[in-house]
């Protein structure tokens, strides 16, 4: 999906001081310096960041959105078809980020390929970016599966509610406060997570291998006899365009978390290297492992009872293969702790964004936001996630929130994906002089993954067959506040490129260099305007 190329990096990755600053501002006095080092003890190497992809990446989606999928499409054999479609799809944005990643090694992932690309007008696109990954990046979903799998492994109670919420609570603020206040240990239990979440789906796997054999508590459910039969009943099937589009946003989000070590380069022992062997083995295992683990759900679940199950088809599974006894209470527990994983994992992860953009002076209060005190960790941007986490958790009314979370957290990321692609198909027919990337993403490639985004873009706003309130909101909600928060995004840089300077005569910017050392020194300016 993509070849090495034995010439020169691209200018971007050049060390060079890079300014944030506009080149007819004139500089004024230092307002503040702060040196970002990270010792070899807490770089980064091929275990820990396979472990922080697969942590991402295996979270609640397996377990819990195979129903929303197998609802839409009203057929086994088409939802088993679109995860592997899903596994394809996310091999090729792999390719894609492995291009930049490796020409541009710098965290923060997206955020610089969009600077790249799109340098006019200037900040635009990481305005952009940041009202997404601020406002959308959020572990609300992961946080309330976290809770309902607690309530149903205790009490059998699979409803959604405000205690399955606040236990979500209790999950992103331990997350949270353990990469502010002990970041080692938070990057040792995602490890250790990270090993767990593979052991809980390959238990699943081999469980539903056991069930395809007879051993069930329940009936076969006779899921495979004409498995690509297309079913329209009140619980699942006939939606239309719409519904297979949020099939395979449920899938996307599924596999989200391949890109997630292009977030952190900078805390990466060797990042290129690190990120040629870490990425594809975690997203090559996740493929396999997602595949099995949905063949093992319907050899053991009914069609309806998956339809209806929400966010607890795993915890169903458990039932129908073990019966009612004292272990299968423990199993939606185990589940549960994937859901920790993930949860730290995307704290982790959309941290450090939120950092970065505080680095390059985006955020008011950046030099707030992109501090490392107290801990040598990035304690103000992780509150900053956790706060967001908390009030997306808890606004929504409780019902069929975790289908919406799953939608609003992952629609707004296909337009940034499709930007992304479309200016690296722009850089590979337009820039081929200046664009000399050490890999390079296979055009055919580049263009599937280019036209899936768009195609995920536009369909959620067709209106969809039947009900348009059957996930319990109107279809329109979640694309509407997706584009919407982009749009926020881009009032935001006039407000802060344009209209703030001109009413205070200054601003204040962010001057990034290497020192002497190696090591990267963010210093903040008070600038006139010219």
């Known amino acids: 999906m993509g070849s090495f190329d034995k010439s020169s990096d691209p200018e971007a990755v050049k060390t060079a ?7 007819d501002d004139s500089v004024g006095e230092v307002q503040a310096a702060e040196k970002f080092a990270f010792g070899e003890d807490r770089k980064i190497g091929i275990t820990g960041a396979v472990f922080l992809i697969l942590n991402k990446m295996i979270g609640t989606g397996i377990f819990s959105t195979p129903s929303a999928i197998f609802a839409a499409t009203g057929s086994v054999g088409v939802s088993l078809f679109l995860w592997i479609i899903g596994g394809f799809l996310t091999c090729c944005g792999l390719s894609v980020w492995l291009e930049f990643g490796l020409a541009i090694p710098r965290s923060g992932g997206e955020k610089n390929y969009l600077e790249y690309i799109y340098k006019h007008p200037k900040y635009l696109a990481s305005c952009v970016l940041a009202a997404q990954m601020i406002f959308l990046g959020f572990s609300s979903g992961n946080s309330l599966a976290f809770g309902r799998y607690i309530l149903y492994a205790n009490s059998g109670d699979s409803k959604d509610s405000y205690a399955a919420r606040g236990i979500g609570v ?18 040792r239990l995602v490890n250790v997570l990270g090993i767990f979440k593979v052991v809980i789906v390959l238990f699943i796997v081999f469980a539903g291998f056991a069930a395809l054999a007879g051993h069930r508590h329940v009936p076969d459910p006779e899921n495979f006899k004409h498995a690509f039969r297309i079913e329209t009943t009140e619980s699942y099937g006939g939606g239309g365009a719409y519904a297979y589009s949020n099939a395979l946003l449920n899938i996307v989000y599924s596999y989200k978390g391949w890109e997630n070590a292009n977030y952190f380069m900078s805390e990466l022992k060797d990042p290129r290297r690190t990120l040629t062997v870490a990425a594809p083995i975690a997203v090559a295992g996740v493929t396999v492992l997602y595949v099995l683990a949905n063949v093992a759900y319907f050899a053991a679940v009914s069609k309806y009872e998956i339809a209806t199950s ?28 994937s859901n920790l994983g993930n949860v730290l994992a995307v704290s982790f992860a959309h941290a450090r964004l939120n950092q970065e953009l505080g680095k390059e002076g985006l955020l008011p209060l950046s030099k707030f936001w992109g501090s490392n005190k107290p801990c040598n960790a990035p304690a103000a941007s992780l509150f900053l996630h956790w706060l967001i986490t908390i009030i997306i958790l808890l606004a929504p009314p409780p019902g069929p929130a975790y289908n919406f979370l799953v939608n609003l957290y992952t629609y707004p990321g296909v337009w940034i994906n499709g930007f992304v692609s479309g200016g690296l198909i722009y850089l590979h027919f337009f820039r081929r002089d200046t664009w000399k990337p050490t890999w390079r993403c296979w055009e055919p490639i580049l263009f599937i993954f280019f036209l899936l985004n768009v195609f995920l873009a536009v369909v959620p706003f067709i209106p969809p067959v039947g009900d348009w309130n059957a996930e319990g909101y109107p279809y329109y909600v979640f694309p509407i506040v997706g584009v919407a928060v982009l749009l926020l995004g881009a009032s935001y840089w006039f407000m802060w490129t344009k209209f703030w300077p001109w009413v205070r005569g200054h601003k204040i910017v962010a001057e990034r260099f290497i020192d002497e050392d190696g090591n990267e020194v963010i210093r903040y300016k008070k600038v006139k305007k010219a």
């Open 170 to 187: 209790a999950c992103a603020t331990f997350a949270c406060a353990l990469h502010a206040f002990l970041p080692k240990w938070g990057v």
């Open 310 to 337: 929400e966010v607890l088809v795993a915890g169903i599974f458990f039932r129908n293969v073990f019966g009612d006894s004292a272990g299968v209470k423990a199993l939606p527990v185990f589940v549960a702790l």
């Open 17 to 23: 001081p890079v300014a944030v600053s506009d080149n």
